[in-house]
């Protein structure tokens, strides 16, 4: 049984509390809103983080005093805190740390797809006008989202371009649970890419495969939910065109074969910018 912690019992927190509470393999023993972890709070594998962003350079140092794995979901606070030598975990014992600002594969999956898309823009040869889009419930308190910062880095990246040089608008409308858009718009033509959620269940149980995939690692440090994506998603772009290759040849009985066609627009992935496991805190 793997046990969790909640730092944050908000909107996230209470949905991967409901979602653990019914699986078998996972039980919270503790949920904290703004008092944090007392002292006396039991011990567990591993803290998943969804509070808000003034609260994580705290939880970090909560986590590297107690030795406590940690998954981080909340928005907003300054990556460096985890800089080898910073004043996050830098200095600590071996704990492991997992950070997604969005727990879908789906957007895992967007942001390889913005780093072709970027790369599309780099070979055009008209001004191609690159941004993200975020719309989120009124309540969010971050803008832009990490989720949106994440793909402009990918759009960025993928042009080789600076991120500044990236458009983002943010809307806080109603109730939305969360909406990005990565968009590549020439005099030409308009590329969108869209993700919906549809219920904070994604998220929650997103979370819930980080905590997992988090206890099943072994050397400490800094780790991403690209790094867990990766396995899904490794092959995913390979895919092929359905169209017929140019480069057929013939055979005697008249069936064609083919080499496949290549392509040289980069691949989003592991070789195309995908953040790597940061290794061991010094
Ligand atoms: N990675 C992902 O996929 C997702 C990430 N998020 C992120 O998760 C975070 C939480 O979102 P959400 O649940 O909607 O937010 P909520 O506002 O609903 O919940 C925030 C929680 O943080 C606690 N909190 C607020 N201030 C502090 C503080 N100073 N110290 C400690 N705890 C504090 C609150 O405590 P109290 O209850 O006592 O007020 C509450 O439990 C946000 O950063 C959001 O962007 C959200 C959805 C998906
Ligand atoms: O605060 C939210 O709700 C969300 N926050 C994350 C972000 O900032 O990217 C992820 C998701 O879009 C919902």
Known sequence: MLTLGL??????????????????????VWAV???????DEQAVDIAIDVSTAAAVPGHLRWARATGTHLVIGTTGWDPALLDRGGPGIGAGPGIRVLT????????????????????????????????????????KVD???GTALALREGLALGSERRPED???????????I???????????????????????????????????????RTEPGVYTLDDLAEDHLRDLLDVSTGAVPTNVASTSDGDATATPA???????????????????PA
Do not use: C, K, M
């Open 7 to 28: 730092l944050g019992t908000g909107r996230l927190g209470t949905a991967i509390r409901a979602l653990a509470d019914g699986a078998d393999d996972v039980q919270v």
């Open 33 to 39: 809103g703004r008092g944090g972890p007392p002292e």
């Open 100 to 139: 997604a600002p969005n727990f879908s594969l789906g957007v895992a999956l967007l942001r390889r797809l913005a780093v072709a898309l970027g790369g599309y823009a780099a070979r055009a040869d008209v001004p191609v006008d690159l941004a993200v889009t975020d719309t989120h419930h009124r309540n």
């Open 143 to 145: 803008a832009p989202s």
């Open 166 to 176: 990236v458009q983002v608008t943010s809307l806080r409308l109603g109730e939305v």
């Open 178 to 216: 969360g909406d990005h858009e990565v968009i590549a718009a020439s005099p030409l033509e308009t590329l969108t890419l869209r993700h919906t959620a549809h219920s904070r269940d994604l998220f929650a149980a997103g979370a819930l495969t980080a905590a997992r995939w988090l206890a099943g």
């Open 262 to 280: 290549t392509t040289d627009i980069p691949r989003a992935g592991a070789s195309a910018g995908r953040p790597t496991h940061a290794g061991a």
